[in-house]
Each structure stands twice: as structure tokens, then as C-alpha cells.
């Protein structure tokens, strides 16, 4: 058996994961994406090689390896008989992925809306186990209310009719449901006292929005910390970000940055130890979770 052909062979975890009934078509993508790097460093071909193999180029096997765009099966076939895979139950294996790995996922009907760097984001956050994040600006997107949500969309999309608006809440309100499903992921944020002054939508509004994080923080699956002004700077002084962590031992835990039109996507072992260690000591750092009920409590109270 040739390298090549071995690395094929060792793809256990993809087909559990393949079978598996909670792997949404983003991981699927991103891990047949994987494999198809490996067959190649196997094989010991380039990038621009394989990209003239499918009429292409390196740069669009760069997307197909890290799962930006969708498969077509021409190409798949092309590329694993490049790699030497020839094995008809082998290669019909990779096709029944591809198609999996094409389907679309539930925020499907809002494609319109989602740009293709953050649909890649609520596919991960639907596959991952734990979920941590720091905020600086806004409460975070699963923990937000249907009027918070409105008011921070407005904020951010003043051209948008009603429809629209009322189309992206629904989009940020159904990503939050995951909160509440069975084997749900753990959610652990630490969120900037700004985050709690900054009046979006009024203070009736705010209040409801307090009340929520003091209801939601009750789950067994989510903690809420509190990083408050008397404690001084912070160890992410920088800015948001978020930690996605997985099972599946074939997907890398992602660092995820967004910016106002586009986002990165750190998987590099060293970035996502520095982000780790910079959330464990914002944990630290911040209130308890027992402190931010409190905390959260007296806000309530003096609203």
C-alpha cells in the first residue's frame, strides 16, 4: 500500500463523524477538506499541481482543503485518482462525504443575509462542544433577547427594512436555541461591564436583557462572568473573540475574530494557547459566577 493510499485508509474518525447525526455540512466540508490535504502531502504533490489536475488553480485547492467552498464531484474524482486512491468502495466513500459535506444546513433559507465568512462560524458554533468568549461591546449573540438583538441589528444595518430586521433577529434567536437542545455545548463568557451600561434599545429593553442573562445563567451549561471597572485593564485589552472547542479529534479548536465586514479564523496551536491563557486569566480575573448574579441582580434592581 502506498502513502497515499494509507492515508485513506486511516480516515476512522471522518467516517464516524460522517455517520454521525449532529455533524452539520460546515465540519463535514472543513474535515473532507482535511483529508484531502493529507492524500496530497502523501502523495507528495503540490498544491499547483493538484490545482491544474482539477483546471484550477493552488488557490481554489487552498479553499477546497480548508472547507470554504463546496465540492464538485468531477474534481473529488480527479484529485483522488492524482492522490492514488483507486478503490471503488474507497472513492464512493468520499463521493457519500461530499454530498453530506454539500448539503446545506439550517440557515440555509437565511443565505442571503449571511455572508459566506460567518455562515463558515454558525456552522462551527452548531458542531462545537464548548463555546468560551470575551465581549467588550455587545451582550453575546446566544445570550441575547429578540429586542436587544433588534436594536444592536439596527445599529449595525441602518439601510434594512423591517423585514430584513425582523429576519436577521429571527436568524440570531434560532442560533441561540442550541442553548437549550439535548446534549447541548458548554457556554462560558466573560462580558466587559461596558457591555451592561451601554443602553441599546432603551432601558426597559436593558432590563429585560439583564433579566434574561440572570435567567439563561441558570442552565447547567452556561456561566457568566463579569469583568467589571474596579478591577482594572483586562488581559484582552484587545478585544473580542471566541474559543471553539470539539469532540470530533480530527477538527483543530478555532480561534475566532470578527471584524466589521470580514473574520479570521486562528487554528495554529500557538494562537490558540495564547487565547487560551488570556481567557483563563479574564476568568480569574472577573467575577465569580455566584459575584455576577449579584452583580447582575442589583443592576436589576436599580433599573
Request: aromatic share 8%; glycine share 6%.
Given at each position: 500500500m502506498n502513502a497515499a493510499a494509507?492515508?485513506?485508509?486511516?480516515?476512522?474518525?471522518?467516517?464516524?463523524?460522517?455517520?454521525?447525526?449532529?455533524?452539520?455540512?460546515?465540519?463535514?466540508?472543513?474535515?473532507?477538506?482535511?483529508?484531502?490535504?493529507?492524500?496530497?502531502?502523501?502523495?507528495?504533490?503540490?498544491?499547483?499541481?493538484?490545482?491544474?489536475?482539477?483546471?484550477?488553480?493552488?488557490?481554489?485547492?487552498?479553499?477546497?482543503?480548508?472547507?470554504?467552498?463546496?465540492?464538485?464531484?468531477?474534481?473529488?474524482?480527479?484529485?483522488?485518482?492524482?492522490?492514488?486512491?483507486?478503490?471503488?468502495?474507497?472513492?464512493?466513500?468520499?463521493?457519500?462525504?461530499?454530498?453530506?459535506?454539500?448539503?446545506?444546513?439550517?440557515?440555509?433559507?437565511?443565505?442571503?443575509?449571511?455572508?459566506?465568512?460567518?455562515?463558515?462560524?454558525?456552522?462551527?458554533?452548531?458542531?462545537?462542544?464548548?463555546?468560551?468568549?470575551?465581549?467588550?461591546?455587545?451582550?453575546?449573540?446566544?445570550l441575547q433577547t429578540e429586542d436587544?438583538?433588534?436594536?444592536?441589528?439596527?445599529?449595525?444595518?441602518?439601510?434594512?427594512?423591517?423585514?430584513?430586521?425582523?429576519?436577521?433577529?429571527?436568524?440570531?434567536?434560532?442560533?441561540?436555541?442550541?442553548?437549550?437542545?439535548?446534549?447541548?455545548?458548554?457556554?462560558?463568557?466573560?462580558?466587559?461591564?461596558?457591555?451592561?451600561?451601554?443602553?441599546?434599545?432603551?432601558?426597559?429593553?436593558?432590563?429585560?436583557?439583564?433579566?434574561?442573562?440572570?435567567?439563561?445563567?441558570?442552565?447547567p451549561n452556561v456561566t457568566i462572568?463579569?469583568?467589571?471597572?474596579?478591577?482594572?485593564?483586562?488581559?484582552?485589552?484587545?478585544?473580542?473573540?471566541?474559543?471553539?472547542?470539539?469532540?470530533?479529534?480530527?477538527?483543530?479548536?478555532?480561534?475566532?475574530?470578527?471584524?466589521?465586514?470580514?473574520?479570521?479564523?486562528?487554528?495554529?496551536?500557538?494562537?490558540?494557547?495564547?487565547?487560551?491563557?488570556?481567557?483563563?486569566?479574564?476568568?480569574?480575573?472577573?467575577?465569580?459566577?455566584?459575584?455576577?448574579?449579584?452583580?447582575?441582580?442589583?443592576?436589576?434592581?436599580?433599573?
Amino acid at each position: 500500500m502506498n502513502a497515499a493510499a494509507a492515508a485513506a485508509a486511516d480516515n476512522s474518525p471522518l467516517r464516524q463523524i460522517a455517520t454521525s447525526t449532529s455533524s452539520g455540512p460546515t465540519v463535514l466540508r472543513i474535515l473532507l477538506g482535511a483529508q484531502l490535504r493529507r492524500l496530497r502531502l502523501a502523495a507528495g504533490i503540490s498544491r499547483e499541481a493538484a490545482g491544474k489536475a482539477i483546471r484550477g488553480s493552488h488557490a481554489k485547492i487552498s479553499r477546497l482543503e480548508l472547507g470554504q467552498v463546496s465540492f464538485k464531484q468531477l474534481d473529488i474524482a480527479d484529485l483522488l485518482t492524482l492522490y492514488g486512491v483507486r478503490d471503488p468502495a474507497e472513492r464512493d466513500w468520499f463521493f457519500t462525504l461530499m454530498a453530506q459535506a454539500n448539503s446545506h444546513g439550517w440557515w440555509h433559507s437565511f443565505a442571503d443575509l449571511v455572508p459566506d465568512w460567518f455562515e463558515v462560524y454558525v456552522g462551527l458554533e452548531e458542531a462545537a462542544s464548548v463555546i468560551r468568549g470575551y465581549e467588550v461591546q455587545f451582550i453575546p449573540g446566544l445570550l441575547q433577547t429578540e429586542d436587544y438583538a433588534r436594536a444592536v441589528i439596527r445599529l449595525g444595518h441602518p439601510q434594512c427594512d423591517d423585514e430584513e430586521i425582523t429576519r436577521r433577529v429571527r436568524l440570531r434567536t434560532t442560533r441561540a436555541e442550541l442553548l437549550r437542545r439535548p446534549q447541548p455545548p458548554t457556554i462560558w463568557v466573560v462580558v466587559d461591564e461596558a457591555v451592561l451600561h451601554r443602553s441599546l434599545g432603551g432601558r426597559v429593553v436593558m432590563r429585560a436583557q439583564i433579566e434574561h442573562l440572570l435567567e439563561v445563567s441558570k442552565l447547567p451549561n452556561v456561566t457568566i462572568q463579569v469583568a467589571p471597572f474596579d478591577r482594572g485593564g483586562h488581559a484582552a485589552a484587545g478585544g473580542p473573540f471566541t474559543i471553539l472547542r470539539f469532540t470530533e479529534p480530527a477538527l483543530p479548536d478555532i480561534v475566532y475574530l470578527e471584524q466589521l465586514t470580514s473574520a479570521t479564523y486562528l487554528d495554529k496551536r500557538e494562537d490558540l494557547d495564547n487565547y487560551t491563557m488570556v481567557i483563563d486569566r479574564l476568568s480569574v480575573e472577573a467575577l465569580s459566577a455566584v459575584e455576577t448574579t449579584d452583580f447582575l441582580r442589583d443592576m436589576v434592581k436599580d433599573s
